[in-house]
């Protein structure tokens, strides 16, 4: 079930100057809700973050910031989480003739009272990969 499907701002450090701070299109899901019927999920919070243009920040650089704010705003047990960043497809060169494809990234992290440090970006494998596909067809994610 989808619980949140906006864009998402988080705070940085440094009071006043705001470091850090920025915008990311958010996507958390709870398997739980689904009422599936046998498996239960070691994870079932899935959070699904990308970069909108709108931010100067990047996820990837505040991924440990990021999922401590999500997991405190939204009440997740980090235990139960999966987070993962997306890429869309995109193009480049003189005349866009260069494509990166699409891409989803889990995020490890280590967690020290309830902050998020050391993360570790993964690949995920197929299954996986076709369920995130799923979920975000399903809900009718925006482009980016």
């Not at 998402?8 to 009071?15: F, K, R, S």
């Not at 973050?49 to 931010?55: F, I, L, Q, R, Y």
């Not at 139960?80 to 960043?85: I, V």
Request: aromatic share 12%.
């Amino acid at each position: 079930m989808l619980i949140y499907n906006d864009i998402y701002t988080w705070e940085g450090w440094g009071g006043r100057l705001r470091l850090a701070s920025g915008l990311c299109r958010l996507w958390i899901f709870d398997r739980q809700i689904e009422g599936a019927k046998g498996i239960k999920h070691l994870k079932p919070v899935i959070v699904i973050a990308t970069d909108v243009p709108e931010s100067k920040m990047s996820i990837k650089s505040c991924a440990g910031n990021i999922a401590t704010k999500i997991t405190d705003t939204f009440k997740i047990d980090p235990q139960r989480m999966m987070y993962l960043e997306y890429y869309p497809a995109t193009t480049y060169g003189k005349e866009d003739q260069y494509e990166i494809v699409e891409k989803y990234e889990l995020v490890e992290f280590a967690w020290h009272d309830g902050k998020a440090i050391h993360p570790k970006w993964r690949t995920i494998s197929p299954p996986m990969l076709d369920i995130l596909k799923e979920l975000r067809k399903e809900k009718g994610s925006p482009a980016y």
